[in-house]
Each structure stands twice: as C-alpha cells, then as structure tokens.
C-alpha cells in the first residue's frame, strides 16, 4: 500500500497569517489535502477529491457548484493541473483505476470532483449523507452543499459507527469492498456526518485523516490549543454543532499526544502539514 498527498483546493484568503500563520504578504495559503492510496487487490482510493474538472470549467453555471460567497471569502483559486483528475493521470495512472472514494464530508471543497471518476464506489456516513441531500436550514447549510457535484453518482455506501472501536473512538470497519487497512472514524461537530478516515501503513503506524475535526497544526501535537484568529473564527462559522466539534477535536488532540509513536495525524486544510507530507517528513 502506497500513499500520495494531493493538494486538490488551493485558497488564498486575504489575511495572511491571520489564516496560515506563516505567510509574509496579503493573502493566506489553505490547502485541499487528501490521499491518493495504492491497494494491491481494491485498485486506487481517493479520500476526499478538492475541488473538480466541472468546479474550474463552470463553477457558476446554474446548478451553482462553487458558492459565489464562499469564493470571495477564501479567494478560491481553481486551477485544473490541482484537480485530482489531473494529477492522478500525471502518475500514469487512469480516472477509471479509481475504484473507491472515501469522504470525510461532502463540503464542497472536499467533494467537488466526485464526479471525475464515474466508475468509483462513494462512501460517506449515513449521517453525511442524510444532512447533505436536506433540506437545510441557515446560511452556511444551504450553501456548503452542492449536490451538483455528486449528483450523478450511481454507487453509494453509507454506514454507521459500529462494532470494535479503534484507540478509544468509534469506528466503521469493513468498508464495502475496501481491505481492513482503511476505516472510516466519526468526528461529528464541523457536520453531523463529519469523519476522519484511518490508513493502516505497511509500517504498522496508522495515518488519520481527520478532515475538519480541526484547521491549523498548532491545534494538535500539544496539551494545549492553539490556533490563527483566521482559522478560529472560520471554523465556527462552519461548525454544525460546537460543543461536538470541540469534544472532538480535543479527543484527537490528546490522541496525537498520547499516540505519537501509533498514530500519524493530518486534517485537509493546513499547508505547512501538507508539504512536511509531501516531502516524506514527519509532524
């Protein structure tokens, strides 16, 4: 099993380091991590796909799929060379080799380019899925969803947490058609259906994605929180429930802790994480 980290969303908010806490100019960096997994026997996995080919080509042709206000907000920048199409094919291999996405949540710069690999299996919380077809309430609801952008997926898998736990959270295990290695970890608080997903390394030591279970690194690794004004304030205007999104996050805070030599812990959004990913680094 070999994991790629793929940058699939690049935002640019004005602000800074008052968003990244390290940049020197204007604007910020925010990042789409997700993976790309090499199986031997289930083809390649996707978790989570950033931004899509239909997100860069017509984001706002009617079914809107990029939210006009989201777009200001984080200053999106679509590019197609980001999408996961594209930089799946740059390995060598084709959209059709992915035979299985597996989603933290279905916001739209996480879920965008579902629809690039028709041929893919989708699994997603039954939660998730259940909040994100609706009907929604509120500003942030009816608009971090996009059904434009899965629509047309014809193979869905939903689950609920159940069965042997894993380092004290619950867990789904034994994904339809995914080996043992892969589990899906619910995180509740950013969304309902919100999940973290699990990867089991040759090594033994366990990689997990949380997702938006939180934004920033100085918000794991470390007794204490710490995080940009930016990313504080981002984070609760997309929380579904607050009190779940912080037990939650303080729950795989102490897990990066108290787990270090076990378990390897990444979210989506945070750059300085992804390039240490990149370059074969640890946290």
């Not at 690049?10 to 991590?33: Q, Y």
């Not at 239909?54 to 006009?68: G, L, Q, T």
């Not at 380019?113 to 309430?137: C, M, N, S």
């Not at 894993?166 to 994904?175: I, K, N, S």
């Amino acid at each position: 099993m070999r994991i790629h980290h793929l940058n699939c969303a690049t935002d640019c908010p004005l602000g800074g380091a008052i968003f990244d806490g390290k940049s020197l100019g204007p604007l910020g960096e925010i990042v789409g991590h997700c993976l790309l997994i090499e199986t031997d026997a289930h083809g390649l996995v996707l978790v989570d796909t950033g931004y899509g080919l239909k997100d860069v080509h017509h984001p706002h042709s009617p079914p809107e799929r990029i939210p006009k206000f989201f777009r200001g907000l984080l200053n999106i920048r679509l590019r197609e060379e980001e999408t996961a199409a594209r930089q799946i094919e740059a390995l060598g291999f084709r959209r059709e080799d992915v035979r299985h996405i597996v989603l933290t949540h279905l916001d739209f710069d996480h879920a965008g380019g579902i629809e690039d690999f028709p041929a893919a299996r989708v699994h997603v919380l039954k939660a998730e899925y259940d909040q994100a077809t609706g009907p929604w309430e509120g500003f942030v609801q009816s608009r971090r969803y996009r059904p434009a952008q899965w629509d047309a997926v014809a193979d869905w898998r939903t689950y609920r947490a159940g069965g042997e736990g894993w380092f004290g959270f619950d867990a789904v295990r034994d994904l339809d058609g995914l080996p043992p290695e892969i589990l899906m970890v619910p995180l509740p608080g950013h969304t309902w259906g919100h999940a973290g997903v699990a990867i089991r390394r040759p090594d033994g030591r366990w990689l997990l994605q949380a997702g938006d279970a939180y934004f920033y690194r100085g918000e794991m690794r470390s007794a204490r929180r710490r995080c940009t004004p930016g990313l504080r304030a981002y984070q609760t205007l997309m929380e579904t429930h607050r009190v779940h999104r912080l037990r939650n996050q303080e729950r795989v805070r102490r897990l990066s802790v108290d787990h270090r030599a076990e378990v390897q812990v990444i979210c989506s959004h945070d750059p300085v994480e992804f390039h240490r990913c990149r370059a074969g680094k640890g946290l």
